[in-house]
């Protein structure tokens, strides 16, 4: 599929360290999920690269933090119009390497491209403060400086927003970045730094280190135990999540962490069906289900339970699973046999314990690709696997819940709290639940909730800190107080 690319240019198979286009020792394989086809291979990097690449960052820090940050906007900007304008590529290179349907691999560009400039306006008003004294021989003055030298690694799921997201508005802030991207996805990241570079990125300031999962661990390690990386943000599990705090303890490394969700997806009697429909579909389905805000559970409450199952289901068998490239397509290939395992499993255990399969269940054979039927199960309760794991796959299960209570209740039992989502129309109820739920994000009478301007993050399991919105960038920022006397 990469023989398309209008840009060849776009085809990086190398990494990028203080500017420069770097084979390593090795290399590894990036295959195409649909078909298990290998795409291209890419440097498998380690200790001299990260090495390397830490202290191009850190040689670029002072230039960089020290221009004004309409300078750093300017390069910003560049680079999201490259991005625009190189959409259709970047979303051939993503469909190919992750999987998820040309359409919506083209959104992603244009979602991710747009971290850029927001972050561009946002890196102008890093204000700072001053502080009524409280006495007359001195003043109080507030500034935020960047953190410095940061570190960015980032999931398969979103090979190019989950990168913009944290690099926007680390370089708006002045810091340099270290990327190690996905495993899987490498060949997004590395046209984006391609772009980067085409767009004036000076040497060092964004550097792309690529590695297979072996060493990613190696890199990750590397990272952590650095102290000139300042900070780390993560997106990924909560297992790898919990391992790079712990290892960023001995550092006292600042951290952003973005980890699993198990998010609930509340259908109350009032709501409208059609809508919760519309919303379930989008929100479970998008990505194969491969999203950290994707619904995990659906609670539909009783009055209007067997009616929603009615038009969820009609509508889950309209779904077309296959090649991402292919026209029409709604749900990809998963993006490995592991990923394949976990659902097959979540399945199984819900069968075993009493669900009801309404559509789907099995994965698809034939052509090497990972792929899984659009699969709707009823009658779901607490017990099984996938009420209690992230299933990251196309599979919805049904709740049948009595009241409000019930509902927060349910929806609240996990240690996980990124997205959640319900539907009614009593004002006082979006008030009551949109209140009780213990998650960072509530989407109500929408299965739809990102966008960069907001600020998107999870409380408990689910991490630390916030990406987008007015908020995104004070995770990149230290507040400095100057204490001012003699006056
Ligand atoms: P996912 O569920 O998205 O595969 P992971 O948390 O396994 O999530 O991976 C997300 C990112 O974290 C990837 O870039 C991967 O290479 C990296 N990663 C996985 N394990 C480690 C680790 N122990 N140290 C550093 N990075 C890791």
Known sequence: PLAALDDAGLLRTQALINGEWVAGPGSFAVTDPATGRELAQVPNLGRAETEAAIAAAANALNAWRSKPAKERAAVLLRWQQLL???????????????????????????????????????????????????????????????????????????????????????????????????????????AAAELAQRAGMP????????????????????????????????????????????????????????????????VFDDADLDSAVDGAVASKYRNAGQTCVCANRIYVQAGVYDAFLEKFAARVKTLKTGNGFEAGINVGPLIDDQALQKVETHVA????????????????????????????????????????????????????????????????????????????RDIGRIFRVGEALEYGMVGINTGLISTAEVPFGGVKQSGLGREGGRQGIEDYVEVKYLCLGDI
Not at 378 to 386: I, S, V
């Open 349 to 424: 255990d819900a069968i075993a314990l009493g669900a009801k399969l309404l559509t789907g269940g099995k994965r698809i054979e034939g052509g090497g690709g990972h792929f899984f039927e659009p699969t709707l199960l009823a009658d779901a309760t607490p017990q099984m696997l996938c009420s209690r794991e992230e299933t990251f796959g196309p599979v919805a299960p049904v709740f049948r819940f009595q009241t409000e209570e019930d509902a927060i209740r349910l929806a609240n039992a996990t240690e996980f709290g990124l997205a959640s989502y319900f539907y009614s």
């Open 203 to 266: 040497s060092g300031v964004l550097n792309v280190l690529t590695a297979d999962a072996q060493q990613s661990i190696e890199i990750g390690q590397l990272l952590c135990d650095s102290d000139v990386v300042r900070h780390l943000s993560f997106t990924g599990s909560t297992e790898v999540g919990r391992i790079l705090m712990r290892q960023c303890a001995p550092t006292v490394k600042k951290l952003s962490l973005e980890l699993g969700g198990n998010a609930p997806f509340i």
């Open 84 to 190: 625009v304008k190189h959409a259709d590529d970047l979303a051939r290179l993503m469909t190919a390497e992750q999987g998820k349907p040309l359409a919506e691999a083209r959104g992603e560009v244009i979602y991710g491209a747009s971290f850029l400039d927001w972050f561009a306006e946002e890196g102008k008003r890093v204000y700072g403060e001053t502080i009524p004294t409280t006495d007359p021989t001195k003043r109080y003055l507030v500034v935020k400086q960047a953190m410095g030298v940061c570190a960015a690694i980032t999931p398969w799921n979103f090979p190019l927003a989950m990168i913009t997201r944290k690099v926007a508005p680390a370089l708006a802030a002045g810091c340099t970045v270290i990327i190690k991207p996905a495993e899987a996805t490498p060949l997004t990241a590395l």
